[in-house]
């Protein structure tokens, strides 16, 4: 009975502690940590430091944190800050572009970690930059999100013309069209799109979701659109609202 008693007992520590008690407090000791990590990536992100935003997505990758703590509370907030900077006039097309650019690199390192996760396919997206804006982060970083919550994407790039958009939905039996614009003088191309969508006969079938940083819930509204994403995190969500599909998001 006392060889029993002893078994049941977790084996203790000099301190007196039990293992997983040790195992929770080293846990909280690394979260302080964790958090600077990520803090330091979203600001290297802001300030375009591409070696740094390399560096800390590789460590927190090999350390093993979730690929999507370090998409949402490390990249993601910081091309966030930078871009509300272009907003009030403190970055400049350069300066957001280059930031960009940073954001780029943390996404290609996270993303084909990210796709090897994924599950089954729950939906097809037609997605791009619509015609003349040469600008895809927005784009990518959607594209990211989509397919970690398993859709299929169809990347048309950037410059995409309106006929080249429904026949790719049309191609590729697409549930959702999904537009990117980042400049107002190219924002009316959306509402081409949609209406040569109408045209098509495809309008009922293929759903279309629209964003960027001058597009607003109402002018999506006003031209159409089935959905409006005012940040990518956000277009997981609703792609997945368009197509009905409930759970988590």
Known sequence: ????????????????????EMKGIQHLSEEPELNQRLSGLCQAVVMRDCKMVTEL??????????????LNEGLIPGMLAASER?????????ELLMSSRALKIGLNILRP??????KG?????????????LHDIGKNLVILLLEGNG????????????????KAAEKNVAQILAMSSLLT?????MKSTIELLRSSGMNGRVKT?????????????????????????????????????????
């Open 209 to 249: 979701m629209v964003g960027g940083a001058p597009v607003t819930s109402i002018y999506a509204e006003n031209i159409g659109a089935d959905a409006y994403c005012r940040e990518a995190t956000s277009a997981p969500a609703e792609a997945k609202r368009l197509l009905g599909i409930k759970g988590e998001d």
């Open 113 to 118: 970690l990210i796709q090897e996760k994924k």
């Open 1 to 20: 009975m006392l060889g029993k008693m002893r078994q049941s007992h977790k084996p203790e520590s000099k301190s007196g502690k039990t293992r997983d």
């Open 185 to 189: 003088s190219t924002m009316g191309w």
């Open 57 to 70: 997505t590789e460590k927190m990758v090999t350390g093993g944190v979730d690929l999507f703590k370090i």
């Open 151 to 166: 859709f299929e994407i169809i990347d048309l790039g950037v410059d995409v013309p309106p006929e080249k958009f429904v």
């Open 86 to 94: 272009f907003r009030r006039g403190e970055f400049y097309i350069p």
């Open 121 to 133: 396919v729950v939906g097809r997206v037609v997605i791009g930059t619509v015609k003349f804006d």
